[in-house]
């Protein structure tokens, strides 16, 4: 069997992994520890991010006529690749947190929604909450004015209920001048 023939198959699950990807980070992964990289697998994992070592030259075929060949420069060294088909942000959002604690991890390059990012674009975008934190806060926001409203009505509510009477004698007693006046004889 030629060599060629192995590959394929590897070649075809990149590109079936990639197909419908959101993103694809690439990453270096030398000098991790073993506790470090299964910890790494384990956030990626929790979060829906396919996390595969591949060979170069296989990633490098699976790229080539997609919006991913512009990574075939990252390509250098041990590669590691993380793809999300939901969440565009999570790949390198969980690896330059991780990178933060483990200085060996080294990000190269990715794609988000069709756009190559370098290292600093990356940063930059790792920055952006997750789809779900930013629909939690624009659910908070929403909420406050309406949260704040009731708040209102329900003490306008409460304060008519036990103010009445008081507001009641407070008016009669400012009717009462001008009531008197209008009987007093004009001189």
Do not use: H, W
């Amino acid at each position: 069997m030629a060599k060629v023939e192995l590959k394929q198959p590897i070649v075809e699950a990149i590109s079936e992994e990639i197909k419908d990807a959101q993103s694809v980070v690439l990453v270096d992964y030398r000098g991790l520890t073993v506790a470090q990289d299964t910890e790494l697998r384990k956030q990626l994992r929790e979060a829906g991010v396919i996390y595969k070592v591949y060979k170069n030259t296989m990633m490098k075929r699976a790229f080539e006529g997609t919006e991913f060949e512009g990574l075939q420069d990252c390509l250098e060294g041990p590669s590691a690749i993380a793809i999300s088909k939901d969440d565009a942000t999570a790949p390198a959002r969980i690896i330059c947190k991780f990178a933060k604690t483990a200085d060996k991890l080294e990000l190269k390059g990715g794609v988000v929604e069709g756009n190559v990012y370098d290292v600093a674009g990356l940063t930059e975008l790792s920055q952006i909450p997750s789809r779900e934190e930013l629909l939690s806060r624009l659910l908070g926001s929403m909420q406050s004015p309406i949260t704040n409203f009731a708040r209102v009505i329900k003490q306008i509510a409460e304060k008519d209920g036990e103010a009445a009477p008081v507001e009641a004698a407070e008016e009669a007693v400012a009717e009462a001048p001008a009531a008197e006046a209008a009987e007093t004889p004009a001189e």
